[in-house]
């Protein structure tokens, strides 16, 4: 059952820029812990960004190097993930994903301990 939904992906250059977004109106994401995660075929979902409820910790990828920068807004009900200096190694479909969590949300970093997802959108770098 889809609880979430992404946009934004799209085709760019390497060097270009992408800001995803992430909604939803079935949950409250103020009790979430909320991530990013990417996936290509043939290989596993790995994580890109994690955020807490208050969207005041982060956890990023080894390969971010600081070029992401995810955030959110409760008040809104969503969060966004801003992808800067895009190489094609970054090419993967991009999903959002959310957690309720007793623990502090940096605790969870991979894809198996999330609840909730969205469908996926496709980000593609050529260079």
């Known amino acids: 059952q889809k609880r979430l939904a992404e946009s934004g992906g799209g085709s760019v250059q390497a060097g270009e820029s992408l800001t995803l977004t992430c909604e939803t109106s079935e949950i409250s994401i103020s009790w979430y812990c909320t991530a990013w995660f990417r996936q290509v075929p043939g290989k596993e979902r790995e994580a890109v960004a994690a955020i807490d409820f208050a969207g005041s910790e982060t956890y990023y990828g080894h390969f971010v190097k600081g070029r992401f920068t995810a955030s959110r807004d409760n008040s809104l009900n969503t969060q966004y993930l801003q992808m800067t200096n895009l190489t094609p190694d970054d090419t993967a479909m991009y999903y959002c994903?959310?957690?309720?969590?007793?623990?502090?949300?940096?605790?969870?970093?991979?894809?198996?301990?999330?609840?909730?997802w969205g469908q996926g959108t496709q980000v593609t770098v050529s260079s």
């Open positions: 994903a959310a957690k309720e969590s007793s623990v502090p949300c940096m605790e969870w970093r991979a894809a198996k301990d999330y609840d909730y």
